[in-house]
C-alpha cells in the first residue's frame, strides 16, 4: 500500500508539473499576440531559453535555498519513495521558471537578449528562492514568529504572493530601467498606440494559460490525499469573475477581456483552498477591475511601458490575491478559518519589498556594465531580425 500510495502521489505531482510547464507555451503566446510582429520570434526564443536557464539555476542553486535540499547523491537514494522529491523539483521549477516568464511580457520589444538570461539565473537562483523558503519552508523563523505573534501563519496555497506577486514586483525595476519603447510617448505628452499583432494568438495564450492553471491551482495540493475540489471551484469562479467585470470595464476590449480570466486567477491562487466559492468569485471580480484600470493607469497617465500589464496583473493583483485570503478565507465571510489578516499583510509587504530590492541590484548591475536595451536602430529593425536574423512571417508586410 505505501508503494501504491507514493506512485499515486508521483504521478498526481507529474501531472501538475506537466500543466504548469504547458502553461509557459500560454505566456508565450500571449506574449506573441501582444507584442509587434517583428518581435514575435524573440518572445518564442525568450520564453524557451528562460526555463532552460531557470532550470540549472534552480536545480543547482535555487532549490536548495529554499528548502535546503540537493541532488548531489546516488541515484539509489534520488529514487526513494518512486522519486516524489524529483518530481516535487519538477513542479516547484514550473512555478520558479514563471519569474522570468511573467518579466519577458514588461520588458518585451526593446530588451537585449544575454543581459536579459544573466538576470534570469540570478532571479531563479537567488532572489525567488530567497522568499520561496521564508514563505513554504520555515527559513529564518518568520512563520513561526506570525504564528506566535497574530495565532496564524501566512498563507498562500498556489503562490498568489510566492509567484506572481513576486514576478511582477521584480518586473517593475526592469520596465523601470529599462524605458519605454522609442515613440511610445511623444514630447508634446501625446501616446502613440502599438495594438497587438494578433488577437488570436493573444487568446490562445490565455486560453493555454487558463486551464493550465488548475494544474497550478490544485495540484499545490502535492499529495493525492489532500486534493480538494473546493480548489478546483474557487479557481473556476475567481476566473469568471475576472473575465466579466474586465469585459464590463475594458468596454469589450478583447486585450482587457483575455486577461481578466488571468487576474481572477492570479488572486485566488492564494486563498483558493480556504473560501466559500461566491467569495472566489469576489476576488477575482475585483483583480480583473484592477488590472483593467491599473494597466490604463500605468500606461496612459504614469507612462510606464510595461508591454503585457504585467505589474497591474502579477504585481498588484497577486498582491491582492495575498490580503484577500486573509478577508474571504474568515470564516466570517464563508471561509475555512485558520488564516489571519495581518500575517497575510505583513509577508506580501514583504514580498514586495525583496522583489523590489533584488530586482533593483540584478538589473542595475546590468545596466551599468552589459547595458539593458538595444539600440534604437535595433529596435526599430525589431527584436527577431537584430537578435534572432529572422522574422515570424517570410516578408515584412506593410503594417509590420
Known amino acids: 500500500m505505501e508503494t501504491y500510495q507514493s506512485s499515486s502521489n508521483v504521478l498526481f505531482i507529474l501531472l501538475g508539473a506537466i500543466m504548469v510547464l504547458a502553461m509557459h507555451a500560454g505566456f508565450a503566446f500571449l506574449e506573441v499576440g501582444t507584442v509587434r510582429k517583428k518581435n514575435q520570434v524573440n518572445a518564442l526564443v525568450k520564453i524557451l531559453t528562460d526555463f532552460g536557464i531557470s532550470t540549472i539555476a534552480y536545480f543547482f542553486v535555487g532549490y536548495s535555498i529554499a528548502y535546503g535540499v540537493n541532488f548531489f547523491s546516488g541515484v539509489e537514494t534520488l529514487m526513494d519513495k518512486n522519486g516524489f522529491e524529483l518530481t516535487k523539483f519538477f513542479f516547484l521549477l514550473t512555478f520558479a521558471a514563471a519569474i522570468p516568464a511573467i518579466i519577458s511580457g514588461g520588458i518585451a520589444e526593446r530588451a537585449k537578449f544575454h543581459p536579459q538570461l544573466i538576470a534570469t539565473f540570478m532571479l531563479v537562483g537567488f532572489v525567488y528562492p530567497f522568499f520561496e523558503g521564508i514563505a513554504w519552508n520555515q527559513a529564518f523563523g518568520i512563520q513561526a514568529w506570525l504564528k506566535a505573534t497574530f495565532g496564524e501563519e501566512f498563507h498562500d496555497f498556489a503562490g498568489s504572493v510566492v509567484v506572481h506577486a513576486m514576478g511582477g514586483w521584480i518586473a517593475l525595476p526592469a520596465v523601470l530601467l529599462l524605458g519605454a519603447r522609442y515613440g511610445r510617448y511623444t514630447k508634446d505628452g501625446r501616446l502613440s498606440a502599438h495594438p497587438p499583432s494578433s488577437i488570436p494568438f493573444l487568446a ?169 536595451r538595444l539600440d534604437q536602430e535595433e529596435e526599430y529593425e525589431g527584436a527577431d531580425l537584430s537578435i534572432h536574423k529572422i522574422t515570424a512571417t517570410p516578408e515584412r508586410e506593410p503594417n509590420w
Open 204 to 372: 490562445l495564450g490565455a486560453w493555454i494559460l487558463t486551464v493550465g492553471w488548475f494544474g497550478f491551482n490544485v495540484m499545490s495540493a502535492q499529495t493525492l490525499d489532500k486534493i480538494s475540489g473546493l480548489v478546483a471551484l474557487n479557481s473556476l469562479m475567481a476566473m469568471v469573475g475576472g473575465t466579466l467585470v474586465a469585459l464590463v470595464l475594458g468596454k469589450n476590449d478583447p486585450g482587457f477581456l483575455h486577461n481578466g480570466p488571468l487576474a481572477g486567477l492570479v488572486a485566488v491562487c492564494a486563498g483558493s483552498d480556504l473560501m466559500h466559492p461566491i467569495g472566489a468569485l469576489v476576488v477575482g471580480g475585483v483583480a480583473g477591475g484592477l488590472f483593467v484600470v491599473m494597466f490604463t493607469l500605468t500606461q496612459n497617465r504614469w507612462k510606464i511601458d510595461d508591454v503585457l500589464g504585467v505589474w497591474p496583473l502579477h504585481g498588484l493583483c497577486g498582491a491582492w490575491g495575498g490580503i484577500a485570503a486573509g478577508i474571504f478565507g474568515s470564516k466570517a465571510l464563508g471561509g475555512a478559518g485558520g488564516i489571519a489578516f495581518m500575517p497575510q499583510l505583513i509577508m506580501t509587504a514583504m514580498a514586495i519589498v525583496v522583489a523590489l530590492i533584488g530586482s533593483t541590484i540584478v538589473y542595475g548591475a546590468l545596466k551599468s556594465t552589459l547595458g539593458l
